[in-house]
């Protein structure tokens, strides 16, 4: 795995309407005459690398008449119905991939190659949605993509090089015997272009699912990948043939771009409640051996991080009060263990995006985190939202399995803290309304367990 390294500043943090760029080499130096770029393209021509490769943009031809292309490296054509994929091979681009844009280029979420109808009806599997409405929404424009029927998208993208771009060239390596195409996602657009969470899907044309990546546009994303790539090893290791979730397959700088390559979970989706399945997946990443709470790694990054914010370091010495004596097994947590990141795998649940793992961590972490995610914002006060959050953990782990209820409250607190930061990192302020209403359940929390 590459550390981060002077090589890593030329790390790309894109617009989302620009996503498609990371198909580019780094030093790709874009430019256009158009006078139809919107200013997000055109913040893009401010970008140009000296000495770069030369590649033109244009936007909305329809006559089908090709630019002067012979000293360019690659063309970026926008919506533009007149120019084939036949044309610019005939031109010397050997890397020809034309995208839809969905569901615009105004509010772009997903790249979907559409080289063939298969693969981009499964291109779209790159995004689960968690609720019905958005589920049933997504079958219906897999449908109409695999079915060839007009409508589901407005907008695309031809992108054309005189090259396979490195990070094609990486999942190629993975998978020698596939024809491929990618489809991009931009993440969650709620977040700063340098915390999106930018994703990358391989697919083969008969529509199969061959890996899904992840691209760090940033330190605090690269350090994410990494960190998953190391807890994947270590979940592997651990269980073997019996690991269910996302196996590592690359992980590493990829031309200036630390990109993290796994296997893909299929399974079913989950509900909001913790089942007997969830406890045994759970209590099987904890370790038959013990350490006192202030030893492990989740309790020193906290200490470290609520040392610059009084009133969260207040809630944590509360909560180190009641566990302070208390030691408990070693567990690895997921860190972000939500109904969106699990599945149904063969009748067990597995979990991925691991990003934010913690090899020496604790108990109840995520069980607190995974009822969090699924409690509605705004609803009850935080008071009740607290009760609520301890009473629905204690009925699958409480008193008659060692861990007292004001054991169990110290350790939601400390959950609660870790889900604080966690979106302090994605670009959060102290002050956001999801921080605020999650540091008064902490504090409601903290002070029944001082009681």
């Not at 045994?280 to 492990?296: I, Y």
């Not at 999801?434 to 903290?446: F, G, N, S």
Request: net charge neutral; proline share 6%.
């Amino acid at each position: 795995m590459t550390a981060w390294s002077e090589s890593a500043t030329r790390m790309r943090a894109y617009a989302a309407a620009l996503t498609w760029a990371y198909l580019f080499p780094a030093d790709a130096s874009f430019h256009s005459d158009d006078d139809r770029l919107t200013p997000v393209f055109r913040s893009l021509l401010e970008q140009r690398e000296p000495n770069g490769r030369d590649v033109q943009i244009v936007w909305g031809s329809s006559s089908g008449r090709l630019p002067r292309l012979e000293d360019r490296y690659g063309l970026v054509a926008v919506n533009c119905r007149g120019i084939s994929a036949r044309d610019l091979q005939e031109a010397g681009f050997t890397y020809v991939r034309r995208l839809a844009v969905v569901p615009s280029l105004a509010k772009p979420r997903w790249f979907v190659p559409l080289d063939s109808r298969a693969a981009a009806s499964a291109g779209f599997r790159i995004h689960t949605p968690t609720n019905r409405v958005g589920h049933v929404k997504l079958n219906a424009v897999r449908a109409a993509a695999r079915l060839g029927l007009p409508g589901w998208y407005r907008d695309t993208i031809t992108i054309a090089q005189r090259a396979v771009p490195p990070i094609e060239q990486v999942i190629q390596s993975l998978f020698p015997e596939s024809a491929l195409r990618i489809t991009l996602s931009t993440g969650d657009l709620a977040w700063p272009d340098t915390a999106r969470g930018l994703r990358v899907m391989a697919v083969n044309l008969a529509g199969e699912v061959l890996a899904f990546g992840k691209l760090a546009s940033s330190r605090i994303t690269q350090q994410w990948l990494e960190n998953e790539a190391a807890a994947l090893k270590t979940l592997t290791a651990r269980f073997g043939e019996r690991w269910s979730g996302p196996r590592l397959l690359s992980a590493g700088e990829v031309d200036g771009t630390f990109a993290l390559f796994e296997t893909p979970v299929e399974g079913a989706l989950v509900g909001s409640e913790l089942s007997p399945a969830h406890w045994r997946f759970l209590a099987s990443l904890q370790d038959h051996n013990r350490k006192p709470v202030s030893e492990t790694a989740l309790v020193r990054t906290l200490t470290e991080r609520v040392a610059d914010l009084p009133p969260l370091a207040s809630i944590f010495d509360s909560a180190m009060a009641t566990l302070a004596g208390v030691s408990l097994p070693v567990t690895i947590t997921h860190g972000d263990f939500a109904p969106c990141n699990v599945r149904w795998v063969d009748g067990s649940i597995s979990a991925f995006d691991w990003e934010n793992a913690v090899l020496d961590g604790l108990p109840m972490v995520d069980a607190v985190t995974y009822r969090l995610a699924s409690i509605p914002r705004n609803r009850d006060t935080p008071a009740e939202v607290s009760v609520r959050l301890i009473d629905s953990v204690m009925r699958g782990h409480g008193e008659p399995n060692g861990l007292s209820r004001d054991v169990i409250r110290a350790l939601a607190v400390l959950a609660l803290l870790a889900n604080i930061f966690r979106s302090i990192d994605l670009g959060r302020s102290f002050s956001d309304p999801e921080v605020t209403w999650v540091t008064q359940i902490a504090r409601e929390l903290a002070m029944a367990t001082s009681l």
